[in-house]
């Protein structure tokens, strides 16, 4: 799934010539053709990036701009006028476009301007305030110890976690406790760069170093230099950039694009994955001699599966921070809520805790949640319920094959096990080498169920 972007336009011809040219370019489209239809959209799912016509009926877009950028601090605004005046440009930034962009919008232009969204997004430091050991589980634990051990040594340290288990914080906490505290962090995702553009990105480049390149520019690291750079999904590397890292990190020495002579540069490297590097070292994909280099200081970050008693205060302290954000005040968790939420598997670990807990404050006016308020709706287990076929008022279930009928049950009794195999097989009274069996042969992929779960 690509990026989100919402097009809040009245006029359907605007709203269809951007979402042809955005999904081209391989962003997931919403529309909006008001205001109302705007908060909508954002109450709904997180977003990216909103395209905002100036005139779009409804509210003002000076009431509107303040707004959006409160409901969604991380959302981009970007507003399209017809009258580009420059005052009226400084106006609608100072109230929270990040950019200004002329109608009728030239490609070229709206190409930039997404460019620099990318780009925001990908270098944009992690949120500081959090903090990375909360919880009381051993594990937790031991991953604060070994932090702690490491954080004022100048070597690479290598954060190795699924998605979402907060490597990027447990970064920004490296650098901050760090002895380069008072210099720059400098971030990058390595995902899905291509090896120019990461190398342009990481070494900079040279005026006339290629054909777009109509003046010079400074690399992250040259703006990390005697700060940090955090690397992350550095197992996504290009082959073609990981000797040049590897020269940096050995010799603190490199070469912009087109540069004969080599800077020096002095930066500690934080670099993360969610990959198994071992192994795509073993696949030829990640070079042996930079893996050596960078993991030398190995962290873990277990996943929020492994270690459920540091569920209820992760999601009590993102209640407290709700609390603050949205000015609703005294948000707490009924009991059953929390054990709901201890329950589930998380496999997007603590951002998607953050996310169902955000949305649930959202859709519900309570300021103490229920286990009906919680709304898993974007998780993997709700995906697979909505994927089945809907049921007939009149004749329940009559219409649906044997087959479909097992499936549908299998998967609400591990929806109500929170993905938990064992339960789920003692509910259902077979025994758990059976409920694996079933749900190899019913298709049912692992991503509705804990693969670690033990009865
Ligand atoms: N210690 C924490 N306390 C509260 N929330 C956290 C914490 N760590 C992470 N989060 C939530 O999870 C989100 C993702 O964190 P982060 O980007 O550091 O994870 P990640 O492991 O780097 O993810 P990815 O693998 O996708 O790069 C944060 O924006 C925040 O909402």
New binding site residues.
Partial sequence: MGSRCLIADAEPLVRATLRRWLEAHGWEILEARNTQEVHESLRRAPLEVVLLDDRLPGLSVHKLLPELREMSPLTSLIVLAENAAIDRAVQLVKLGAEQFLPKPVEWSVLSRAMECVHEARRTRN??ED???F?GTSPLIRRLEATAQRVRDSDRSILIQ?E???????LASWLHRHGPRAHEPLIQLNCAGLSPQFLETELFGHERGAFTSAVSSKQGLLERAHRGSVFL??VGDMDPLVQPKLLKVLEERRFRRLGEVEERSVDIRLIA?T?QDLVERVRARQFRSDLYFRISILPLHIPALRERPEDIPP?AH??LAQLSRELGRPGLKLAPQAEAALRAYPWPGN??EL?NVLERSVLLSSRSTLRVEDLQFNGSAIARMLNELPEETTSAPELHLTLREVERRHITRVLEAEGGHVGRAAQRLGIPRSSLYQRLKSLGLSSKVWNPDSKV
């Fill in positions: 992690p949120p959090l903090d990375p909360l976690g998605t979402g288990t907060g490597k990027g914080v992350d999904e993360a969610h992760l302290a993102s603590l951002r953050r």
